[in-house]
Structures are given as C-alpha cells and as structure tokens.
C-alpha cells in the first residue's frame, strides 16, 4: 500500500494520505449485516485492534485500472466526489482493499480462478496483475458513494477517506487475511454499537454505524446513497476533559471553538464546560462559566471578560446568578482580571441566570452597571438597577482596537442587548441565541414577533461568531440564525395548520400536536413559547381568542 502523503492547498489536507474504505452489506432477518473486520494489534498505533469496515490507502498504480472500470470512468467519479480528477481511484482502491482484507471482489470476468489468489499485501502491481490476468472488469456500479472523512490534525498517521456502500457479492463469501485482518464478523449495526458487545471502534465508525441504523434493507441504503451530492468532509478535532484526549466531532458543541483555537491538533482545548475554568477564546476575550448548569441554562452561563490587549481595563458581560456559588465564580473572574480594572458590568437581560450577580461585583470593582431595564417584572432581578441604559448601536470604547457595541434584540425579553465586538465580528448573545436548544419566549415579557425580527436583524451585520450566554462559541452565525427563523416559523406553522384542523382550541389542546417531539416533562415550559406563537399569529390577523380562552384560525 502506498504511503504517499497529500501536497494540497488545504492545510488541513496536509500529511494526509487518501484512502477508500467498503461497506459491505447483506440482508438478514434482523434487518441489514454490515461486514467488519478487527485490525491487526501494532505497537503504537491507534487503530491497532479496532473494528473498522476493509479499506486502505490508495496506490499510485490503482490509475492504471481505469481502463477496466465499468459503470463510471474518471470524470463521473471525480464529479461525484467533488474533485477535479482521479476520482476513479478512490473506486478502483475501494475494490483492491477490499480483496485484499476479506477477499471479496466486484467484478467481472474469470472469477472462480480470482478469487481464489486472495493473498495479503496486495499491492497495485499485483492487483494490476490479477486484472490482467483474468481478464477482470471492476465494476464500479456496485459502489455508491457513502460520506468523506479526514483524520484529526495533530495524530501521527492521517487519512483522507471515501466512504462506500455496497451489497455483498452474490455467491462470495468473506475470509479474513488474517494480516490486515485479524477476524470479520457479520453484524447489524445496532449489535456493533452494542456497549455489551466491547468492539473497539474509531468515531467514524461509531458515527456510520450510527447512519446506516436507520434503514430497514440493503436496498434502501443504497438508494439513498446514490441520492447524495458532495457529502460534507467530516474532520475530527482532538479536544480533552478530565478523562483525556479524544476526537470531537463536526456535531458536538466544542467543534467550532476547537478549531478556532487550536487549528494545529495540539489537543488542549475542553470539549467541557467547567464552572470557574477560564477560557482565553482571543487576545480580548475570556470566558467563565457559573456552576448553574440546569434543564434551562444547559452547561451553565457564560460570563466573559472583554478588553483590549494589554489595557489595563476592562468589562465584563452577563456576572450571572446570585446564589450559593456567587462569592466562588465571582472570585474566578476577579482573578482572571489579575491587575487589570474591571470598570463596566454589562448585561444582556435582566432573567435571573444572568444578571443578579451585578450587583455584589459592583460592589467588588465599583465598576457602572450598564444594561436596559424590562417592561415587565415576571421572572427579572428584580434589583437590577442600572447607571447607563445604552442605546441601540451605542458604541463602548475599551481601548486601543477594541470596541463593544450594544445590538437591541428584544423578544426573548423586553430588554434584551446583544453585544458586538467590532474587530473580531464576535456577537455575545446573551440568551438571543443559544446552543443546543430554542430559547423559551416567555410573554408577556416575551414576544414571538419582535424576537424573530430581532433574528432577522442579525443576518444583515458583518459577524464571524458566535459567543453565547450558554454553551461553546459558535462559527457561520448566519446559518444558525437561518436555521433558528426556519424553525420558529415551522412551529408556528404547526401552530396555525392545528387551529385550522380542529377548528376550535384552547392551548392546552394544542400543546401534545404542536410539541409532539419535546419530552413531555418539558411541556410546561413550551406552553409559554405556544402561547407567544399563539399571540403573534393573533397580531398577524390570522388567529383570534375569545374570552374563555378559545382560539380560532382567521
């Protein structure tokens, strides 16, 4: 197998070697068998012992088989995987590896005499060879492209590889090489996922596993991968917790913040959100997170310190709850500010996860509390009592290049401010957008329409991140904020398509069809997002209530 590595423009694509992998399928009973092999057990390597699907880096020579492809040539499968040439040798490797481990082969021509010359470290000259000498055809029809995956940065040995699916071969039946392949097995992939079943698996394994668990039958699997265009590459990050290191993936909360601050793999960035642990996110930006973590604060909120480089002021945004752990996180942040002046407190909302904790750091710092009051008094800190109420894109100066600006964002609450700082088109927001979940609009202090106006006002500022009140920093503000109208307005459709449905409704009727996929424990707070959907679709003269309650689609 050929080791030679990638010289792409991609940074990320360099030291690593490109490579194809099979997913073998067959029907059963149980629904579909994936065919996996463990891998041979080698000092210091991490896919020693693993169970993975056959595979291998591709071989200069594999090009010289283009010719005895059949059902794609080069250019169809460059297109499919969205590159300019050579596509067909990720195809043409895909078949080679896939003989070579487990000695099952798609193709054509003098088979019986083939198959039966499965050898270990086949190389391309070999395989080449074997072609020629049986007159093979590969055929490439029985491949479908699955998903792309690349190594983390960092780790030793990387690969960049194409994933296929494919039905076993009918009348061919597996062995293992016994060299790359230590053993196959047979398995649904819910039986590999299986804890009690002990099979060591890499994340991308997991991760596919994961996909292919959803379909009933080999053909439908199949034929939704013929429908897929471009597959997105799927990069692992290496980040760590308490337990070590580990490769965070595309969907996991820390993935952006990971590779924002440690593009080079050096793996000592936290996939987890501590409560006092302070996080340098840049040059101005620190982040603190309180130990309130809950079913409606998620890993807890975020406090953050922003300030020019080597200024010796700074502000601090959202100091959190007053509760048991106040003195402890307030503590943390003192100490993160070291020397430095903490001399503005700035609060995105007055809700009692976020701001009441002002209060005793004012007292700390005697720093100006800065923030906008709420126009109605359920579920606020009731003691928030601000010096300076900004208004919209009132700009805060904190030294040499760097510049807070106030976004008003009201709907999540009354009062609520997102807070930009300009240099780096970072946008705290506070509870305007939160990872991981919708927020809660809570009337009357909350309000359906002026929140999504106050979303759609984010797509018209120059902004690269991200940083909300609870969770991890978040890249392409822009298509969450996408993602976030999409998903309001889908509710609110449901909302207005069940009026018209049943004619007459009171919202506790509506709640198990509108929220039919939020756990029903989490009913009692959707009720209070029904009831602002319920309201705007009233202002929007498309819905009415009368006096009991009912409502009624217009």
Known sequence: MSNTALT????????????????????????????????????????????????????ALDR????????????????????????????????????????????????????????SAVTGADFVALCERHALQLDMSALRYHSHWLTPPGLPKRFDTRFYVAR?????????????ALEIAWLTPGAALDPAARLKLLPVTRRTLQDLERFSSVEACLMEAATRQHPPRMMPRMGRDARGARPVLPDEWAYAEIGRLDPEGRGDVHFDLQPQRVVTLSGRVRRITCNNGSVMTGPGTNTYLVGAPGSDVLCVIDPGPSDGDTEAHLQAVMEAAGTARITRILVTHTHKDHSPAALRLRELTGAV??????????????????????????????GAACTLRAVATPGHASNHLCWLLEEEKLLFTGDHVMQGSTVVI???????????????????????????????????????????????LAREAKVLAALRAGALAVADDLLPTVYGDV????????????????????????????????????
């Open 8 to 59: 792409d423009s991609d940074p990320n694509l360099i030291g690593a070697r490109q490579a194809a992998s099979v997913i073998v399928l067959r029907d059963s009973p149980q629904g579909p068998e994936v065919l996996m092999l463990r891998r041979a057990e080698r000092d210091g390597d991490m896919r020693s012992g693993v169970w993975v699907f056959p595979g291998g880096v591709l071989d």
């Open 64 to 119: 010289q088989l283009h010719a005895r492809c059949v059902g794609d040539d080069d250019a169809q499968a460059s297109a499919r995987l969205g590159l300019p040439q050579g596509g067909l040798d990720y195809s043409v490797a895909a078949v080679r590896e896939c003989f070579e481990e487990v000695g099952l082969l798609f193709a054509t021509g003098q088979m019986e005499a083939a198959l039966h010359e499965q050898a």
């Open 168 to 180: 076993l071969p009918e009348g061919q039946v597996p062995q293992a090489d016994e060299g790359e």
């Open 369 to 398: 509390l800065v923030g906008r009051r709420a126009a109605h008094s359920e579920w606020q800190d009731a003691h928030f009592a601000p010096k300076l109420e900004p208004a919209d894109d009132e700009r805060y100066v904190l």
């Open 442 to 488: 809570n009337p009357p202090d909350g309000h359906m329409g002026n929140y999504l106006a106050s979303l759609k006002r984010l797509l018209d500022l120059d902004l690269s991140w991200f940083a909300p009140g609870h969770g991890f920093l978040m890249a392409r503000p822009h298509d969450e904020v996408r993602k976030l109208i999409a998903h309001r």
């Open 519 to 554: 756990p029903q424990a989490r009913h009692g707070i959707a009720m209070r997002s029904l009831t602002a959907h319920l309201q705007k679709l009233a202002e929007d003269g498309l819905a009415a209530v009368d006096a009991s309650g009912t409502w009624q689609a217009l």
